[in-house]
């Protein structure tokens, strides 16, 4: 018949989560209204209640299952075990190929110079409007007397003191704790150059480097594309059924501050920057960057952005073919401003949500840790908000409410993915118009076409 050879489709990551969600949202609130029907001290709903939503580690946890509670656990332990390994070999890999001898010129260094000022300044306005947005109670939560107990507040320190904790006093202890990130990212750095000045020498082990990479990314494939959806699906109807849907209004403020702020900052951030750096016309820019961000957007892919964006800094914003070469792919391993400003909002909403005064210094730790992780970011499906977890823990937030709004942020990642992607891939063709004109190889004619 015609129809024997016809495979029935299946359904992609993003479209499993998005059922996974909406799903989890129905059922939870389903919960809720079944709990207000029967009433919460019924021994229906506590016989529920133990059977799928109790937190089985508290005390009130003795004599439940709670499975609902068991799978996200499990699910978030899966994510987490991956961390160190993660970060470790995908920021050694990352330096080692951007830092090989030949290449680290004056276009190089000019290059990482331009990365990291970008960095910076994304970094400090995504920080201050996240800031804004927590002190003004859109991330706020008004949380059940019976977990208020679970929030927490981190001690008052010296920012100054994160400098201190960069380089470990032991690379083990520092591999052996996910709130060690930045002594990791140090770590990853450090053999990253070192395997790239050594050359062959080392090359056996920038081959189990590469394995292992593929181990992680195969792992971390299966358990998002696989486990992820019901793991999610339980995770968001345990969390409207033991803390209502308060939760779902500073969600969609997180995902509304993202979406407007690395909108904003791709057409006018860059085209800024560019008129400071180069006294070019920036409005020529933004108009003709649009195409990339628009397919950014699309595709959700800066590698797939990659060959437009070459092409359209090239011939239509007069960037050598040198610098083009180096910088943008450059830029799709290591320049990720969008990524760093979605963490930054997210983790200040994480932990304003779960009770924790987010206070300026923890953003600024918060932020030096996203800048870190996203050049170590991986291509890999959700990576981005996979790692809000490493600068959630590095940033010492590590309480049951903090996971409990990391999950709607795994979950609902594609929608703010949408303009956090076009921010990093104009980024990079913002970085290659200053880095050529410094060069000097910059065709003006053809950027004012």
């Known amino acids: 018949m015609a129809t024997e050879g016809v495979k029935k489709k299946k359904l992609n990551i993003v479209q499993k989560m998005f059922v996974a969600v909406i799903l989890g949202i129905l059922v939870g609130i389903g919960c809720i209204f079944f709990r207000n029907t029967i009433g919460q001290d019924s021994e229906l709903w506590s016989s529920i209640y133990q059977l799928l939503f109790v937190d089985i580690s508290s005390p009130k946890g003795v004599s439940g299952i709670g499975l609902f509670y068991i799978v996200s656990q499990l699910f ?17 890999l990352s330096i080692s190929d951007i830092a090989q001898p030949e290449k680290l010129g004056r276009l190089a260094i000019r290059t990482l110079i331009t990365f990291l000022g970008f960095y910076v300044v994304a970094a400090a306005i995504a920080g201050t409007i996240s800031y804004l947005v927590a002190q003004s109670g859109g991330f706020n939560v008004i949380l059940p007397d019976d977990v208020v107990t679970e929030t927490t507040s981190v001690d008052a320190y ?44 080392v090359e056996p082990l920038k081959k189990v480097f590469v394995s292992i990479d593929a181990i992680i990314q195969m792992f971390v494939n299966f358990v ?11 995770m968001i109807t345990r969390s409207l059924a033991v803390y209502g849907t308060d939760y779902l209004r500073p969600a969609a403020v997180w995902i509304a501050t993202t979406m407007i702020l690395c909108t904003v900052l791709a057409f006018t951030l860059y085209p800024l920057l560019i008129f400071i750096f180069t006294r070019l016309n920036p409005f020529k820019f933004a108009k003709k960057i649009a195409k990339v961000a628009l397919f950014g957007a699309a595709t959700q892919s800066s590698a797939a952005t990659l060959p437009l964006n070459m ?3 090239k011939d239509e914003l007069g960037v050598s073919e040198d610098v083009a070469s180096f910088v943008l792919p450059t830029g799709v391993t290591i320049h990720m401003n969008g990524t760093t400003t979605m963490q930054i909002i997210a983790v200040t909403f994480i932990g304003t949500a779960a ?18 992780v996203a050049m170590g970011t991986p291509p890999i499906p959700a990576a981005g908000a996979t790692l809000v977890s490493v600068v959630m823990l590095g940033a010492g ?20 993915g949408m ?31």
């Open 76 to 92: 978030m332990h899966m994510l987490q075990v991956s961390i160190v390994p993660l970060v470790l070999v995908s920021l050694a």
């Open 158 to 201: 010296n920012p100054l003191s994160v400098i201190v904790s960069i380089v470990p006093d032991n690379m083990i202890s520092a591999m052996s704790s996910n709130n060690s990130v930045l002594a990791v990212c140090f770590l990853g750095i450090v053999i990253g150059i070192c395997m790239s000045r050594l050359g062959e020498k």
């Open 224 to 234: 998002l594309d696989k486990l992820g959806p019901v793991c999610i699906f339980c």
């Open 311 to 313: 092409k359209t800094c």
């Open 355 to 372: 009770g924790i005064e987010m206070a300026p210094a923890l953003i600024a730790t918060a932020a030096l840790i996203a800048i870190t």
């Open 397 to 416: 937030l590590n309480t049951p409410l903090c996971y409990v709004g990391y999950s709607l942020v795994l979950a609902l990642n594609y929608v703010p």
């Open 419 to 449: 303009a956090v992607m076009p921010m990093n891939v104009v980024d990079d063709a913002a970085a290659s118009v200053i880095v050529s004109h410094k060069e000097g190889t910059l065709d003006k004619d053809v950027y004012n076409s």
